[in-house]
């Protein structure tokens, strides 16, 4: 399974990583081990979780100020990747070193660079609303799915899934089996724009409404490389407009926000939030809209693992088309590929003039 080198990959949630004694992620992304750590000031390290000794993991070593000991044979590294002490020797060879990799914190998220380090644009990184945004009261979450993460991008890219996967929890009936959304080709993603309308909300929280309560729902999401997939929902007592903004009453303005991290061939690290503006919240209801979305993304990893499993047991198995659930799929998982080949190309081109 190939990966993207120059892109930004989520290393997880700002909050998962303490100033502790033993505060260290250690983090397997597209592939490779990285270890994540602050330096004394906050700011975020991101190192090759491996010894140049004997490889063991930097993971399990000791934060000194800025540096990580080795503790196998105590082997000390700088937060630039530089080895600057060996135990009983007394020069250190300056190649003993270990990669490091630019990050950035953003919506608190942790993004790492695995590429090209000049490359490492912060405007390539989604725009989300994070639980520090003010104007959300919002939940983080995470789940580990053993799926790869084309798999969850077709799973994210279409929301026909929802009415049957998500029957109990955050299915709105049949409305988005039903749909038939355009997706707009992005650079790195595509753009999801669409209304269901005159529809019953979702079982778990249809006890807060009037009985038989009906809405009108917005899906604004983008969805980008490897499978971040930020929406915008808002929800609305039906109207009677047939197109365009409902007319109805705004009873919910909300961002679920999801970084989907490859961590190789078979799973992924899912860190996700759900979020409800100050205008539209009450007491609970982050809290409910987030157990919602765990119970979902439970009912998820067991649809998305059993077919990771298949996968694995019919490698050349061949999917059949059934039309409008698959066109999401199709042009997210043909703009990945793209991405990739163009990758490729460039890095054969610069092999071919070195
Ligand atoms: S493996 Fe790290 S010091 Fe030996
Ligand atoms: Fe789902």
Redesign the pocket.
Known sequence: MKFLQNAWYCAGWDYQLSQGRDAMLARKIAGKRILVYRKLGGQVVAMEDQ?P????ALSLGRREGDAIR?M????KFEADGQCSEIPNVEKVPEQICVRTYPVVEKDNWIWVWLGDPSKADPALICDAVGPGNTEYTTRPSYIQIDANYLLENANLADLSHSSFTHDNTIAMGWAQALAKPEHKILPRGIKTDYWVRNVALPKFVQHLFPPGFMCDANFDITQTYPCNWILHFRVFSAGTATEGESNGQLVLDSYSCQAVTPRDEGSVDYYYSWGVSKQTEQPGLADTLKEGLDQAFTEDKAMLEGQQVRLRENPDFKQMGIGPADAGPAKMLRVINELIEAEEREASQQAANA
Not at 53 to 56: D, G, L, S
Not at 72 to 75: A, E, I, Q, V, W
């Open positions: 010894c000794h004997r490889q063991a080795c196998y044979h105590g082997l």
